[in-house]
């Protein structure tokens, strides 16, 4: 799906989203543009409800956890991969992304009161989440249905994911050591679900850390990381297609939207799946955790705000290609 497709099909959805009732699906530059700004306006919304909810007194430090600011720094860097370059913004939306950068600044500080390692602050630098200028496309990939109901491959990745993930990240993040059992694993075909956005993590930070750039064949990375996104589209939208797939695993799909839009991949930024976000978005300015209502899932929390600073970026970007500034 190209990038003005994918922008048309978000201008439809905002007009739903802004109770808009215009009958024609044909706007003139001036429409369009005002409908895009208006749905970024709304992305700056969801983001202060959720960000107010952990600043709040009664909301112990220790729940601003790394999960969440994860998810809080890439959604920075999402919003830095965009806003600078871009050619026009409303004085409100302005205020609004001045104003967030208080409350993420007094977030950051909630959180560094209980985490003070280095490879915390380095992880969290939304430096290391900015997205390159170019939009890219999902190679053709189709993944066979059987991938979908094999267990053993899904208990080798999930495995993966719970016992080794975290430590390679961990060895990038400090010293960019990359051992022959990560590197096995973080290229390793055939790995599904959370195993492999994690992986594409891991390739994206050996690619962005500073301390790697002396490693060997790095512009082989960027392909990886396509390919590997491509497969993620597939599982995605085999999600997106089965509600109670989706309703088990909506904290991956978010996190499938935010990995792989972080690599510009505009196939992730469709029109019925910004609503799948926005559902997980508690009226009480939190995020709904599956098991007890009360709480709030700040796994699920991080990714949402993360995938709604992609879907802010591509908005942005469509703003600039109006302009004609790309």
Known sequence: MSLQRCAFCIVLLSRVLLGCSKSSPFFTVDEELSTI????????????????????????????????????????????????????????????IYKLNVMIRN???????????DSTRTILDHKLWISPQTLKHKSNITLPTKVWFDEDILADGDAYFRNISDKCIGQVISSCNVTYECFQLEFKKRFFGYALTHQ?????????????KNLKHRNVLKEIIQNKCSTIFEEAQNMAS??????????LFIEQIAV?????????FRQEWFPIIVSSIKHNKCVQHKNDESSCDSHLTGVSLAALGVYWKFLCHKINTIYGAY
């Open 37 to 96: 700004l208006d749905l970024e306006d709304r992305i700056l919304d969801l983001v202060e409800y959720q960000i107010r909810h952990y600043l709040r007194s009664d909301v112990n430090n220790y729940d601003v956890d790394l999960n969440l600011m994860l998810g809080v720094s890439i959604m920075k860097g999402q919003f830095m991969s965009c806003y600078k370059n871009s050619r026009i913004h409303s004085n409100a939306g302005f205020f609004k």
């Open 107 to 117: 977030l950051y500080v909630k959180f560094y009161k209980n985490n003070l390692m």
């Open 200 to 212: 594409v993590l891991y390739i994206h930070l050996l690619r962005k850390m500073k301390i790697c």
């Open 242 to 251: 089965d509600l109670k797939m989706l309703d088990r695993y909506k904290d």
């Open 260 to 268: 792989c839009g972080i690599q510009n991949m505009v196939d992730f």
